[in-house]
């Protein structure tokens, strides 16, 4: 898995002097058995690129789901960190082999240099093209305790997602519309999103939003055409 940006900080840091432990987990399986008992690891970096950190687990069976859990430390107060609402950390990888240059020292504790993946003695899983494994319900909670995890399901996942971001097809009439009471309604978004309307032909159509879940058309095209609205409200 390749390096993935943690933003907001808020499981692995919460501020300068408040920081907290975070528990990181995940399923795991691979088919083969060559790599039972093989111990490889898991790694974070911070902001900065001057702390990361590592930690180990160890495939028990082959062909068999096993849960993995990781104790992310507490951010240590050397360091650059970011902790408001930019990327303050970086998960890196599942390191499945390395190099001596990625050799870390210590598991489990911030180390003073980046992309420390793991340690000298780990197994090397990318020894064969055959080798996979298979990774699900990857997540982060703050805490020492992994809560209690349910996949969701596509549709409760849309919704979530529409908090955000939404884009839909609409209609460009020649004129605006009088009233919002014949407004398209859509998913309640996390805030006012910002409204970009693009007509397919023509120019000068504009679409709005009313009580954050209602559009409708504010400006008139110069022709009638169908198009697109996209309604954004990210970080």
Known sequence: MERAAHECVSTLTQSAGDAFQSNFAFDGVTPTADHDGNTYSTAFTNVGADRSVYSQWTI????????????????????????????GAYFD????????SHHGTTADSWESVSSKFGESGQA???????????????????GKQRR???????????LLCQRYYQTMGVLCLTSAWTT????????TMRAAPTV????????GAAFAVHNNNLLYQSAGNSVVSGGSVTLESEL
């Open 60 to 87: 028990v069976a082959a062909d068999t789901w096993e849960l993995k859990e990781i104790t992310i430390p507490a951010s240590p107060s050397g360091g650059t960190w970011n902790y408001t609402t930019s990327v």
């Open 93 to 100: 990888c599942v390191a499945l082999a390395l190099g001596s």
């Open 124 to 142: 090397n899983f990318l020894d064969s093209t055959s080798n996979e494994l298979y990774l699900s319900d990857v997540r982060i909670d703050l």
């Open 148 to 158: 209690n995890h349910r996949g969701r399901d596509y549709g409760e996942t849309m």
């Open 180 to 187: 919002v009471a014949n407004a398209m309604r859509f998913a």
């Open 196 to 203: 970009t309307t693009t007509p397919q032909s023509g120019s």
